[in-house]
């Protein structure tokens, strides 16, 4: 039996996040650190650094980061305050990239290691009120994308989840209830993460991109 894989995962106190680690928990060859904002805020340096240092003393190098934490803040560029805008950036861009720089070393020194990523489709898809949300999304999938070609040669894997409408907190209540019947479910992408999980030691081929979107369409 090969030795579990230590999987990190952000923003894992609701939605999707907890799905993953609640879903993982099930299997035997998986040990998860999972964190959330309030232990690990993903827009400061030191506190990842920090974060990262206790999962490794605690379990042993990284060998899967999920990148899920996320903001959702939604305006016309017009109405949409500066504040706003940097603090969508600093947590859905420059989140992910502290957590990457993070587990970076070590998977290169190992050669082996997956980074996956919880983004949206709103990376490639054009909506209303979605100005920050999705320049934050489109950006961090320009990073990852080129993040897998830098890597791909040193044993590690990058894929993009690109994931439609699913009924998390990033929706108010009201739109969760009207569109109930349409949206995904949080455990519906924890399934599917953990199908690429599974991949992990597969030599030969890597799943790179995926898009996961409601049967009837986006909202």
């Not at 420059?94 to 957590?99: A, D, I, V, W």
């Not at 100005?131 to 489109?138: C, D, E, I, L």
């Not at 019947?181 to 993460?193: C, E, F, K, T, W």
């Amino acid at each position: 039996m090969h030795k579990p894989l230590h999987v990190w995962i952000t923003g894992a106190s609701r939605g999707i996040g907890k799905a993953i680690a609640e879903m993982g928990r099930e299997q035997e060859n998986v040990i998860i650190s999972a964190t959330t904002r309030a232990e690990c805020d993903v827009t400061h340096p030191a506190s990842v650094a920090a974060a990262h240092a206790h999962m490794v003393a605690q379990h042993g190098p990284v060998d899967v980061l999920v990148n899920n934490a996320g903001v959702g803040i939604f305006a016309d560029l017009a109405t949409l305050s500066t504040r706003s805008f940097d603090e969508t950036m600093a947590v859905n861009l420059r989140g992910p990239f502290l957590c990457i720089k993070s587990v970076l070393p070590l998977m290169l020194e190992r050669k082996r290691g997956m980074i996956l990523t919880i983004n949206s489709v709103s990376a490639v898809t054009t909506f209303t009120g979605c100005t920050a949300y999705g320049a934050s999304k489109a950006g961090l999938l320009a990073l990852t994308r080129s993040l897998r070609e830098e890597v791909r040669q040193h044993g590690i894997r990058v894929t993009d989840l690109l994931v439609g409408a699913t009924s998390t907190e990033i929706w108010d209540q009201a739109a969760r209830t009207e569109h109930a019947a349409r949206m995904m479910l949080s455990s519906d992408i924890a399934g599917h993460v953990w199908t690429i999980v599974r991949t992990f030691d597969d030599p030969r081929s890597m799943i790179e991109e995926i898009i996961i979107r409601p049967q009837h369409g986006d909202l």
